[in-house]
């Protein structure tokens, strides 16, 4: 009973095992030039912070757009530049977008 326990657990923890990074995203981290090592996402945001953080508070009924691919111009809103890197990586990369409920 104790291996079937173990290989339950061995299996079940390789679900979180970290995977090899996608194609897409090796070719969207060799685009930049300043990629300190494997897997770092951000190379062009604020980069002298230890940390990019954003606080936006949205007025009622109205509505964000906000990037996730690291790309746009005018991060933290989206400026549409994930098309353009989904078409040359076949990524489907897009934007956040949220929405305050319109107040009475």
Excluded: Q
């Amino acid at each position: 009973m104790k291996s079937i326990a173990i290989l339950s657990l061995c299996a079940s923890a390789s679900a979180f095992a970290p995977l090899p990074l996608h194609a897409a995203r090796n070719s969207a981290l060799a685009m930049a030039d300043d990629v300190e090592g494997p897997g770092k996402i951000n190379s062009l945001i604020d980069l002298d912070s230890p940390k990019v953080v954003n606080n936006e508070v949205l007025e009622a009924g109205k509505k964000g757009v906000y990037c996730r691919c690291w790309l746009s111009g005018t991060f933290p809103a989206c400026d549409g530049t994930h098309a353009k890197h989904n078409d040359a990586t076949g990524d489907n990369v897009g934007p956040l977008i949220v929405s305050a409920a319109k107040g009475e």
